[in-house]
């Protein structure tokens, strides 16, 4: 099994930054991808921001110029540094691990984490 633990979500002014933060561990041999998706009430969660293994980065683009993804392979972290927030960032902000496992190399999942509240007033 593997658990995804998110921090570094709160409450900021319109204009503030936020960096989120994301450990992974469990069974991991290897994480191919990661990434963060936002929820808001009544929609679906969407992409933000991802990024592979080779650190390759797609973002949503709401997010272009404003957030940066990066990873960290050797604690298994992610991080989403968001700058000039705006109230329609508002949203949970969960992390999502593509991980191949260490105890069968050869099953890849998706994992998720319970997700961090980011609040962004006007």
């Known amino acids: 099994q593997v658990q995804l633990v998110e921090s570094g979500g709160g409450l900021v002014q319109a204009g503030g930054s936020l960096k989120l933060s994301c450990a992974a561990s469990?069974?991991?041999?290897?994480?191919?991808?990661m990434g963060w998706h936002r929820q808001v009430p009544g929609r679906q969660r969407e992409l933000v921001a991802a990024?592979?293994?080779?650190?390759?980065?797609n973002y949503a683009d709401s997010a272009k110029g404003r957030f940066t993804i990066s990873r960290d392979n050797a604690k298994n972290m992610v991080y989403l540094q968001m700058n000039s927030l705006k109230p329609e960032d508002t949203g949970v902000y969960y992390c999502?691990?593509?991980?191949?496992?260490?105890?069968?190399?050869?099953?890849?999942?998706?994992?998720w984490g319970k997700g961090t509240q980011v609040t962004v007033s006007s």
């Open positions: 469990g069974s991991i041999f290897s994480i191919n991808a």
């Open positions: 999502h691990a593509l991980v191949q496992s260490s105890l069968d190399y050869n099953v890849e999942k998706d994992y």
């Open positions: 990024i592979a293994s080779a650190r390759l980065t």
